[in-house]
């Protein structure tokens, strides 16, 4: 039977770049109440808000200290409470980010924690002695140094996968797994409609957490494939469905890095014993280093070859078992038309923006949308790394630059440019006025300079923009069944195709055939389409046949 989010369309939120209300250069929830009507207006059926909880923001937010209070410049209680009120009011679903796989240090369990080896709170945490007078075991943190900190008073070291201030949970502990299923039911008794957990694959470490494989060119080994899907995941998972999801009508998303389509069909198993749907991270890693020490910090553009296949993967891999998410962006990730599209003119800004949706949009699973990717937003660019406001950025120019010399500072402001997550965090465009409309006050994160050209009150003042292009597929999936339910086949021969990228989506009555031009090249291809077909979705106005224009998309009925 099909499930209510299974044609929905998920716009995400970051909140401190959305709209800053009272002017003091930070998004805030009033900010994001007085814009739900912008969000209905697109389309979307849930809004996703990167975590909003009290939080010291030495990650933004990705560093929980109460998992039951607002960050004050975010707001209130009351303020949430008016922002769920209004977006039901819409019909529009909330979806919570949770991250449980850490808090922040300022956590009351790790304060606790911290006071010695008897308190109860402890055991909320991983805690193991040195060895040989340095860290338990050789791992790194994603955020580069240790993934260990030494703990002076009980001489013991904590584990942090992520930044120091971050301290994993051990989800060992019954107790902590149980505080946590608490906390999910009283959001979810609150009337919010569904979560989004935050790399929620790592949370089951190995047991004796051993040494993981360290490249010779690494400081410290990539802890990843010793914390990602380990062996207690799905008995975690399953007991917080028992004791969370199946009480509750929620969707759910669990962020899931190095997940493989196996993995996949467990987790989002349409048993829905676990999670609704997982964000796999394959197709982020096409256009990563030739050199492994260099992970994503490089400077080139997936090929169609590559991406089709992943996506083709994904779809084949799931159909009828699992379902798929479907995401190009979040705030996490460059912009997408930087990346996979073609930001050097305004024409190709807008092409490539729309084929790419037309790429996603049209596949099976549920969409995700981050915020400006329906305008089209582009990459900020910075080149000071003062500019740059994420600790991942700054931390791995040290790191790269400077400690292992494996790049000179200009290339790594180049690939910084290219992939620093604060290219998504930049504020919304909202208008051309100062800071966009954002905030009248110096913005928390420098504003992208093209706001002037690219922001909303210009999308929506254009029937062609961006905006209106991602609210007809939003339109088309909520209205035509084949989108949500139809097989996935590539067109015969088209696995090769470097330039034009062509699938079908079939059902017992309908059948979509879409052509998507990935290059800026004209080039000339033959499709069988049949007389009566008509043009569903374009990003043209004419159909030129065999003939496929920069960055044509093109959606065929019959
Ligand atoms: O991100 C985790 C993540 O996406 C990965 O890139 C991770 O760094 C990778 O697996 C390492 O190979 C989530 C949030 O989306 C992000 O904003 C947070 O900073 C992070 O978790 C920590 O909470
Ligand atoms: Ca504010």
Known sequence: MEKWWENAVVYQVYPASYQDSNNDGIGDLPGITERLDYIKKLGADIVWLSPIYKSP??????????????????????????????????????MMDIVVNHTS??????????KGKDNPY????????????????NWGSFFTGPAWEKDDQSDQYYLHLFAKEQPDLNWENPKLRHSVYDMMNWWADKGVDGFRMDVINYISK????????????????NPEPMVANGHRIHEFLQEMNQNVMSKHDVVTVGEAPSVTTDEAKKYANLNNQELNMVFQFEHMCLDGNDNPALGRWADKKASLKDLRANLSKWQEALAGKAWNSLYWNNHDQPRVVSRFGDDSTEEYRVLSAKMLATMLHMQQGTPYVFEGEEIGMTNAYFDKLDDYVDLDSINSY???????????????????????????????QWDSSKN???????????????YHDINVKQALDDKNSVFYYYQ?????????????????????????????????????????????????????????????AKVLISNYSDDQGDNIRPYEAKVYQF
């Open 206 to 221: 190995p047991e004796g957490l051993p040494d993981a494989k360290k490249n010779p060119d690494d400081l410290y080994a």
């Open 57 to 94: 923001q030495v990650d933004n937010g990705y560093d929980i200290a109460d998992y039951q209070a607002i960050n004050p410049d975010f707001g209130t209680m009351a303020d949430f409470d008016a922002l769920l009120a209004k977006a039901h009011d819409l019909g529009l679903k909330i």
């Open 398 to 428: 040290h790191q790269i630059v400077d400690q292992q010399k494996l790049v000179d500072g200009k290339t790594m402001m180049k690939y910084i440019a290219k992939h620093s997550r604060d290219n998504a965090r930049t504020p919304m």
């Open 436 to 450: 966009a409309g954002f905030s009248d006050h110096q913005t928390w994160e420098k504003m992208n300079p093209r």
């Open 472 to 532: 007809k597929l939003i339109k088309l999936r909520h209205e035509l069944p084949v989108i949500t339910n139809g097989t996935y086949a590539l067109v015969d021969g088209n696995d090769q195709d470097e330039q034009v990228y062509a699938y079908t989506r079939k059902n017992a009555d309908t059948t979509l055939l879409v052509i998507l031009n990935y290059t800026k090249e004209n080039v000339q291809r033959h499709y069988d389409v049949p007389a009566n």
């Open 122 to 137: 402890r055991d909320y945490y991983i805690w193991k002695d040195g060895k040989n007078g340095s860290a338990p075991n």
């Open 105 to 114: 240090d300022q956590h009351q369990w790790f304060k606790e924690a911290l």
